[in-house]
């Protein structure tokens, strides 16, 4: 079992919908939980950077982490297709080292 | 948050060869960290980089195939010697302030093995 679960997708959905992205994790040793998102051909750029559980609010996006169920989530409110990237999540404990789901592929058609 | 070059952006190499790849940071930072990309797959990290220090090595990963240098708080190093079709991937750098901090990522190498 990975440490970290995180559904591929694809995802297509259409502008102006609320997305849903999610990831799974074992180790509740992780504190430190991130969203990246990745255009093709650029590197991972943060989203979201949140410190153990709760909602933090950013814009159009909210970050969520539930402890209790090792779940976190990303909403993303009014999506555009300026938006269409993949979306990784990533989490680490008491050391530097992250640890990555696989990505989730996000398409918003006009 | 920081700025972060690499350098070759992309390469073709032929098997056997070895490919360094360079990565500047625009302040200087304490922590340089080493990744791979493979298709389909999660970021894996093959090593940290602390300047003044050897780079400490992911499990899987070893020194005499992915030798990094730090020689400075802003510049680091990695080079994939010997390659194979298997070593064809995407190459990352990235950088954080300390413990807990987020880290923040190049736009990565993209190597291609014959």
């Known amino acids: 079992q990975k440490e970290v679960e995180q559904d591929p997708g694809p995802l297509s959905v259409p502008e102006g919908a609320i997305v849903s992205l999610n990831c799974t994790y074992s180790?509740?040793?992780?504190?430190?939980f991130m969203w990246y998102r990745q255009y093709s051909r650029k590197g991972p750029e943060l989203l979201m950077y949140?410190?153990?559980?709760g909602n933090k609010e950013d814009g159009r996006f909210t970050a969520q982490v539930d402890k209790s169920s090792k779940y976190i989530s990303l909403f993303i409110r009014d999506s555009q297709p300026s938006d269409s990237a993949t979306y990784l999540c990533?989490?680490?404990?008491?050391?530097?080292?992250?640890?990555f789901g696989t990505g989730t592929r996000l398409q918003v058609f006009p | 948050s920081a700025v972060i070059s690499q350098k070759p952006s992309r390469d073709i190499c032929q098997r056997g060869t070895s490919l360094t790849i360079q990565c500047q940071v625009d302040?200087?930072?304490?922590?340089m960290f080493w990744y791979r990309q493979q298709p389909g797959q999660s970021l894996t990290l093959i090593a940290t980089?602390?300047?003044?220090?050897?780079?400490?090595?992911e499990s899987g990963f070893v020194i005499d195939k992915f030798p990094i240098s730090r020689p400075n708080l802003t510049f680091s190093t990695l080079t994939v010697s010997n390659m194979s079709p298997e070593d064809s991937s995407i190459y990352l750098c990235?950088?954080?302030?300390?413990?807990?901090?987020?880290?923040?990522f190049g736009d990565g190498t993209r190597l291609s093995i014959l």
């Open positions: 302040s200087q930072v304490t922590m």
């Open positions: 180790n509740s040793a992780f504190q430190y």
């Open positions: 980089a602390n300047q003044g220090s050897e780079a400490t090595y």
């Open positions: 990235s950088v954080n302030t300390g413990l807990g901090q987020p880290q923040h």
């Open positions: 949140t410190y153990s559980s």
């Open positions: 990533a989490m680490s404990g008491n050391t530097d080292k992250l640890i």
